[in-house]
Each structure stands twice: as C-alpha cells, then as structure tokens.
Nanobody
Framework: QLQLAESGGGLVRSGGSLRLSCVAS????????IAWFRQAPGKEREAVGY???????DYDDAVKGRFAISRDNTKNTVYLQMNALKLEDTGVYYC????????????????????WGQGTVVAVSS
C-alpha cells in the first residue's frame, strides 16, 4: 500500500523559497498522479498544483509562475519548489496520489486522490 510523507516545511520570510518533498513508500510512484494541496487556518483545503504520471503539470492561478512541481521516480519523490513566497501561502501542505488519474480527472478535487500524506507546515512571515 502506498504511503506518502511530506517534509521540508518551515518558517520563511516573505519573498523567500522553500522546497517541499513528498516521499512515497510501499509502491513505486511511477503510475501515480501527484497533487499538492494546502490548508490555511480556518479555511478549506485548496489545490496548489499537480503532476501527472507523464510529467504534465498544472497550477492554481494563485501560485502560477512561483511554484513548480517535479518528480524523481528514481527516488520515489515529488517536489514542490516554492519561490517568492507570500503571507497567504501559509498553511499545511499535503501531497496526494491517485493511480487512476486520467485526462478527464479534476486535480482540484481532494476526493479524486485516495492516498494522502500527513502534511508539513509552511509559515511565511513579513
């Protein structure tokens, strides 16, 4: 069974950068689409972006041009590079995986992804 573990969160000043990692165990990540979600205090979980099994990516407009998702299948890891961080990027970041993702799937819906990590906290300060 696939298990996911996020790491790399922390406290960073506005304008800074962080790289989050999502390490998979139990199964190879190769056939999975991976999405990143985040949840700010008091708000609903929202999609940040995703990468398909063939490395197609898409991002929410709020992070487009600042965030980038990549994957290293040899390390069974997906990364979320976050640059030019803003206060509103603060939240708990989760990675999620779906082995059955297809072109018609909506990566913005948490219900599409059956496998989730425990989350890592990102705090952006002024």
């Amino acid at each position: 069974q696939l298990q996911l573990a996020e790491s790399g969160g922390g406290l960073v000043r506005s304008g800074g950068s962080l790289r989050l990692s999502c390490v998979a165990s139990g199964e190879p990540l190769t056939p999975y689409a991976i999405a990143w979600f985040r949840q700010a205090p008091g708000k609903e979980r929202e999609a940040v972006g995703y990468i398909s099994s063939v490395d197609k990516t898409d991002y929410d407009d709020a992070v487009k041009g600042r965030f980038a998702i990549s994957r290293d299948n040899t390390k069974n890891t997906v990364y979320l590079q976050m640059n030019a961080l803003k206060l509103e990027d603060t939240g708990v970041y989760y990675c999620a995986a779906d082995p059955n993702f297809w072109a018609g799937s909506n990566w913005r819906l948490p219900s599409v992804f059956p496998n989730w990590g425990q989350g890592t906290v990102v705090a952006v300060s002024s």
